[in-house]
């Protein structure tokens, strides 16, 4: 079993930055990678970022250049630092987390909202 808590969501203004973070607990070996998505009202959750075991990452075509995602060495925290916000990255953000089975964990959501 896998835990995952984020935090750091909140308001910011168009240009501004945020730094989430997902906090992992439990059985951290069965994991091999972890991502972050986001959801917007009335609007499928979509994929934003990921990373594998070995350092690897991939990001959306939409966040590139502006998301960043990184893991401490323990993997018991996963960063998705936010740059050069716009209205259109307002969305619930999902922490996400995939065993060696494939099976997908998931976080409750923190919520950013972008808006002057």
């Known amino acids: 079993q896998v835990q995952l808590v984020e935090s750091g969501g909140g308001l910011v203004q168009p240009g501004g930055s945020l730094r989430l973070s997902c906090a992992v607990s439990g059985n951290l070996g069965s994991l091999y990678y972890m991502g972050w998505y986001r959801q917007a009202p009335g609007n499928q959750r979509e994929f934003v970022a990921g990373i594998n075991n070995d350092g690897t990452t991939d990001y959306a075509g939409s966040v590139k250049g502006r998301f960043t995602i990184s893991g401490d060495n323990t993997r018991t925290t996963i960063i998705l630092q936010i740059n050069t916000l716009r209205p259109e990255d307002t969305a619930d953000y999902y922490c996400?987390?995939?065993?060696?089975?494939?099976?997908?964990?998931w976080g409750q959501g923190t919520q950013v909202t972008v808006s002057s």
């Open positions: 996400n987390a995939r065993n060696k089975s494939n099976y997908d964990y």
